[in-house]
C-alpha cells in the first residue's frame, strides 16, 4: 500500500494568514492526490483533485501544488469557516490511502 | 441534488454483524460506483472498498476482505455494508461516498456517517 505522511498533525494560525500543509507518499503517485476539508462531526468536502485541480464551489483562497512523492495544500486569507481537519488522499493505486490529517485552529 | 443518506446510529455486541445501508437520490445510481470508508473519531481515513452498481462487482481494501460485505439494490437506489464479527476494533463512523463528477477514484458526495459502536 501507498503510505501517506501528511504534516503537521495541528496547525494554529491567525484570521487573515497564509497556511500550507504538506503530505509525502511513499513513492511516485503522479498527481493523483486530492485533498478534503472536513469540519467536527460532519463528513469530508472535496477541495482539491489531481493535486491542483480546484473542485467546483470550492473558494479560490484554496490551492494545491506538488508532483512526485510532495504535495501541498496552501489555504490563503485564512477564515473563521475554515476551522477543520483537512486529510490528503492518493488514488493512483488501490487501496486509495489517507494522510492522517491536519487539526487546523484559529490563534 | 444528489444525496446519500445513511442509516441510524448502531449499537452491537461482539461477534455480531450489522448491515449499514446509504439510500441514494439525485443522479444515475445504477451505473455509479459506491465506496464505503471508516473512521475512528479524531483518526485518519480508511477506504474500505467499493462496489459498481450495475452488475454488482466489488473491490476491496485487503485490510477489509472477510469484515466487510458490499451489496446493493438498484430498485431502491441503496447501497448496504455487511460488517461480520464485529470487535471493538470496529467501533467507527462508517461513511458512504461517490464520485458524480470525477469516476471512481475520488469522493465529491458523502453520506453523513453511521456510527456504529461494539460493545458487551
Known amino acids: 500500500d501507498i503510505q501517506m505522511t501528511q504534516s503537521p498533525a495541528s496547525l494554529s494560525a491567525s484570521l487573515g494568514e497564509t497556511v500550507t500543509i504538506e503530505c509525502r507518499a511513499s513513492e511516485d503517485i503522479y498527481n493523483g492526490l486530492a485533498w478534503y476539508q472536513q469540519k467536527p462531526g460532519k463528513s469530508p468536502q472535496l477541495l482539491i483533485y489531481n493535486a491542483n485541480s480546484l473542485h467546483t464551489g470550492v473558494p479560490s483562497r484554496f490551492s494545491g501544488s506538488g508532483s512526485g512523492t510532495q504535495y501541498s495544500l496552501k489555504i490563503n486569507s485564512l477564515q473563521s469557516e475554515d476551522v477543520a481537519s483537512y486529510f490528503c488522499q492518493q488514488y493512483y493505486n488501490y487501496p486509495f490511502t489517507f494522510g492522517s490529517g491536519t487539526k487546523l485552529e484559529i490563534k | 441534488q444528489v444525496k446519500l443518506q445513511q442509516s441510524g446510529a448502531e449499537l452491537v455486541k461482539p461477534g455480531a454483524s450489522v448491515k449499514l445501508s446509504c439510500k441514494t437520490s439525485?443522479?444515475?445510481?445504477?451505473?455509479?460506483?459506491m465506496s464505503w470508508f471508516k473512521q475512528i473519531p479524531g483518526q485518519s481515513i480508511e477506504w474500505i472498498g467499493m462496489?459498481?452498481?450495475?452488475?454488482?462487482?466489488?473491490g476491496y481494501n485487503q485490510k477489509f476482505k472477510g469484515k466487510a460485505t458490499l451489496t446493493v439494490d438498484t430498485s431502491s437506489s441503496t447501497a448496504y455494508m455487511d460488517l461480520s464479527s464485529l470487535t471493538t476494533e470496529d467501533s467507527a463512523v462508517y461513511f458512504c461516498?461517490?464520485?458524480?463528477?470525477?469516476?471512481?477514484?475520488?469522493?465529491?458526495?458523502w453520506g453523513q456517517g453511521v456510527m456504529v459502536t461494539v460493545s458487551s
Open positions: 439525485g443522479y444515475t445510481f445504477s451505473t455509479s460506483y
Open positions: 461516498a461517490i464520485s458524480v463528477y470525477y469516476g471512481l477514484s475520488l469522493f465529491d458526495y
Open positions: 462496489i459498481y452498481a450495475g452488475d454488482g462487482g466489488t
